[in-house]
């Protein structure tokens, strides 16, 4: 399954950017997709997830409240809303899938069987 994300870049403290995770000849649709990040020197951490069904959303506390989830499976892409952007959340940015039951929404790294290449996110005045 061949994910890609999109939608990184530059943006200030405060700001918002829209991540994209897309598969190029491969529907989205049955799986569950995990959004996490790695910062420099440091472990990748769960951000997002978002079951098959896109019922459930699940988030940890540090971006609980900024962040949001959302899947729009006409176009087999699935989103992350960043609003409220720190520095901390700089990081690259991967999207994941995992089969799963429809309602399932993984919180564990090694749940997911696919990831893409992630997208950059720098916050900074």
């Known amino acids: 399954l061949p994910l890609v994300e999109s939608g990184g870049g530059l943006v200030q403290p405060g700001g918002s950017l829209r991540l994209s995770c897309t598969a190029s000849?491969?529907?989205?649709?049955?799986?569950?997709i995990g959004w996490f990040r790695q910062a420099p020197g440091k472990g990748r951490e769960g951000v997002a997830c978002i079951s098959a069904s896109g019922v459930n959303t699940d988030f940890p506390p540090s971006v609980k409240g900024r962040f949001a989830a959302s899947r729009d499976n006409a176009k087999n892409t699935v989103y992350l809303q960043m609003n409220s952007l720190k520095p901390e959340d700089t990081a690259v940015y991967y999207c994941?899938?995992?089969?799963?039951?429809?309602?399932?929404?993984?919180?564990?790294?090694?749940?997911?069987?696919?990831w893409g290449q992630g997208t950059q996110v720098n916050v900074s005045s």
């Open positions: 000849g491969s529907t989205l649709d049955f799986y569950a």
């Open positions: 994941a899938a995992a089969r799963r039951s429809s309602s399932y929404c993984p919180r564990g790294i090694y749940e997911y069987d696919y």
